[in-house]
């Protein structure tokens, strides 16, 4: 109640200034304006950066589409800090004046959207499309500045857009309506979530951007009004920064995700593999030597899984690896990337080996078949993994492999057409009923 008392505080100023318009003082000080309207595209540019990047890793639509929103206001307020009198152009200039209104139109279209339930394919569809996008964003920014820049219609004309205009409304009650849907979706959202504050800084952020867009509409240029959006658009987007700082570093946007990024399916194949006879290695060395042999085999076959393979490293134990494939859905060839990757770790650090006869071998076990995508712990230590039967069988098959060699199971063999195979027969496997059929992996 006191968060709805406290958002609804602007509007009333606002309609105190527009009704007593002796209230509504002029005030022009250019510093003061640049600085403002340059600091809230500067924490747009952050937050698009921060938000684009766990999209991107995540494959998340609807944190791509927050990204965007983010950038199309970064873009066109630093546009609108540009129409500062004496910082690129002497006087004023309609299309830099009408940038900042049009730039939150245009981030609450991606806040609407970020706030749609996207489904499978849907959401598929836009991170298919996501370059696409963010390069037709970027090229209308661009676009609206050199226009603006070079005086040409239909941006053309020293005058600005009048207060309560046609113009100024047309721009505004979209904008208002679309941040309006989306603070009721992210509501929704925060009630569900086990981790609601950022999903409830986004809705009292929209709150604000929608009431910046009427005060654009009703303020007149230098006076409060005219001074209180643009306080109303920095306070907005420093409450999602502040929110989202305060989240765990690790998954910082995980409570945005959608579900099928936070608890999906996928099918996957996983790599498991550990040295044989580390512990024994261990006890006869330092912990100097040990950590020598462990950096010196992982620096060579960590790069090889994750840069030729597109492997994503779920975790590292110890002397032991954890290599997931297909994690996004992006790789339909996975048993076939992990089973490379596989040789690749053997080859690799097979060299540093022959190099070194005393230090233990890496054995594999590699696994195919369907797992569960989640988002793991709480804030103080928050992970991205997969879970289920699939990764506790690549586990076990990593033991039954020797000292060089890649043990794996009936799914990957399958899938691995025309491969060098050794049938090792069922087995039993802990923690399963059935034996289980397993391979070993001598070529592709």
């Known amino acids: 109640m006191l968060l709805l008392a406290?958002?609804?505080?602007?509007?009333?100023?606002?309609?105190?200034?527009?009704?007593?318009?002796?209230?509504?003082?002029?005030?022009?000080h250019n510093p003061a304006h640049f600085w403002i309207v340059l600091s809230a595209s500067a924490l747009n540019f952050v937050l698009a950066y921060a938000t684009g990047s766990a999209a991107t890793q995540r494959n998340d639509a609807r944190v791509y589409l927050v990204s965007l929103g983010f950038l199309a206001a970064a873009g066109f307020l630093g546009l609108h800090a540009l129409v500062t009198p004496g910082v690129l152009i002497a006087g004023p200039n309609a299309g830099f004046h009408l940038a900042s209104p049009?730039?939150?139109?245009?981030?609450?279209?991606?806040?609407?959207?970020?706030?749609?339930?996207?489904?499978?394919?849907?959401?598929?569809?836009?991170?298919?499309?996501?370059?696409?996008?963010?390069?037709?964003?970027?090229?209308?920014?661009?676009?609206?500045?050199?226009?603006?820049?070079?005086?040409?219609?239909?941006?053309?004309?020293?005058?600005?857009?009048?207060?309560?205009?046609?113009?100024?409304?047309?721009?505004?009650?979209?904008?208002?309506?679309?941040?309006?849907?989306?603070?009721?979706?992210?509501?929704?959202?925060?009630?569900?979530?086990?981790?609601?504050?950022?999903?409830?800084?986004?809705?009292?952020?929209?709150?604000?951007?929608?009431?910046?867009?009427i005060a654009i509409a009703f303020s007149r240029n230098w006076h409060a009004s005219w001074w209180e959006w643009h306080l109303l658009m920095l306070a907005a987007f420093g409450l999602i920064a502040l929110s989202a700082n305060r989240q765990w570093h690790e998954e910082r946007f995980a409570s945005l995700y959608l579900e099928e990024t936070a608890k999906g399916t996928r099918e996957v194949s996983i790599i498991f593999a550990d040295l044989q006879g580390f512990t024994a290695f261990s006890e006869r060395h330092d912990s100097r030597e040990v950590s020598e042999m462990l950096n010196a085999y992982?620096?060579?076959?960590?790069?090889?899984?994750?840069?030729?393979?597109?492997?994503?490293?779920?975790?590292?134990?110890?002397?032991?690896?954890?290599?997931?494939?297909?994690?996004?859905?992006d790789q339909p060839d996975h048993a076939d990337r992990a089973a490379?990757?596989?040789?690749?770790?053997?080859?690799?650090?097979?060299?540093?080996?022959?190099?070194?006869?005393?230090?233990?071998?890496?054995?594999?076990?590699?696994?195919?078949?369907?797992?569960?995508?989640?988002?793991?712990?709480?804030?103080?230590?928050?992970?991205?993994?997969?879970?289920?039967?699939?990764?506790?069988?690549?586990?076990?098959?990593?033991?039954?492999?020797?000292?060089?060699?890649?043990?794996?199971?009936?799914e990957t063999a399958r899938r691995l057409q025309g491969a060098n195979l050794e049938m090792l027969g069922e087995m039993n496997v802990k923690g399963k009923s059935e034996p289980v059929m397993i391979y070993r992996l001598l070529g592709l």
């Open 298 to 329: 992982f620096s060579r076959a960590i790069p090889s899984v994750t840069k030729r393979f597109g492997g994503h490293v779920d975790r590292i134990m110890g002397d032991a690896l954890m290599v997931t494939f297909n994690m996004l859905g």
């Open 102 to 213: 049009i730039g939150l139109l245009t981030a609450s279209l991606f806040a609407a959207a970020s706030s749609e339930r996207l489904d499978g394919g849907q959401a598929s569809a836009v991170m298919r499309k996501a370059s696409l996008i963010r390069a037709l964003l970027i090229a209308l920014m661009v676009g609206w500045g050199l226009v603006s820049l070079l005086d040409l219609p239909p941006l053309n004309g020293a005058t600005p857009p009048v207060r309560q205009s046609l113009q100024m409304f047309a721009i505004a009650i979209p904008g208002v309506v679309l941040y309006g849907i989306a603070v009721f979706r992210y509501l929704r959202l925060a009630r569900g979530s086990s981790a609601p504050a950022l999903p409830l800084a986004m809705a009292a952020a929209f709150t604000l951007l929608a009431e910046a867009e």
């Open 6 to 28: 406290a958002l609804a505080l602007p509007l009333l100023g606002l309609a105190l200034l527009v009704t007593r318009p002796h209230l509504d003082v002029d005030w022009q």
């Open 340 to 410: 490379r990757a596989a040789f690749a770790i053997q080859n690799d650090t097979g060299e540093i080996a022959d190099q070194h006869p005393n230090w233990p071998r890496f054995r594999i076990g590699i696994n195919t078949g369907v797992a569960t995508v989640a988002v793991l712990g709480a804030e103080g230590g928050r992970t991205y993994s997969v879970i289920g039967d699939t990764v506790n069988t690549a586990s076990r098959l990593e033991g039954m492999a020797q000292p060089g060699g890649i043990v794996i199971g009936a």
